[in-house]
């Protein structure tokens, strides 16, 4: 067993979100070396989810943890098996693409990143029912496709949140595909 897991057992035990904050970490690292050394390609989504303070101020928490447990199987629901989905915090979740980048045809893997982009940014503008009310929540989306290897996760990170405020300053529910190449 490596020491990663052994600190990720550790942390689960002591603080949930940390620990999966971690499992996020570790999976995307993970796909990071598969790049470099030329295995499988991938593209990193940062998700935020636009008027989600109005539901905690208003409804509180349970009230939006219940929307984060909706939204999170929207997510789920638009990826494949081999995806990652993971809550950073907050309201803000990564979603792990892999596989499917190809550096010969970048064309086809921006239209394959677009095609999931759309998916997620319509599951999520759909009214969600939390306990007795409904709420009409949407999300921004920040992604950047690592294709070359020479990332690291903070590399990725930093250009898919920073896609992210793009996409809110264009007007929210909406989706920006950073112009950095990895």
């Excluded at 208003?58 to 929307?67: I, P, S, V, Y």
């Excluded at 086809?108 to 409904?134: G, M, T």
């Amino acid at each position: 067993m490596s020491s990663s897991m052994v600190i990720l057992i550790t942390c689960s035990c002591v603080d949930y979100d940390l620990c999966r904050f971690l499992v996020g970490h570790y999976r995307i690292q993970q796909s990071i070396y598969l790049v470099s050394r030329g295995g499988n390609k991938s593209a990193l989504l940062f998700l935020d989810m636009d008027n989600f303070k109005k539901l905690n101020d208003t409804k509180g928490h349970d009230a939006g943890d219940e929307l984060l447990k909706e939204v999170a199987k929207r997510l789920l629901s638009c990826v494949r098996e081999s995806d990652t989905v993971a809550r950073f915090g907050g309201d803000e979740f990564v979603v792990l693409l892999n596989g499917k980048v190809d550096d010969s045809h970048i064309e086809e893997s921006i239209e394959w990143v677009e095609i999931v982009l759309r998916k997620i940014v319509s599951a999520l503008q759909q009214p969600y029912h939390v306990f007795d009310f409904v709420h009409s929540c949407t999300t921004s989306v920040g992604a950047v496709i690592c294709h070359q290897g020479k990332c690291t996760t903070g590399d990725l990170l930093k250009a898919a949140d920073a896609a992210m405020y793009e996409a809110k300053q264009m007007g929210k529910n909406c989706y920006k595909i950073a112009d950095a190449a990895f």
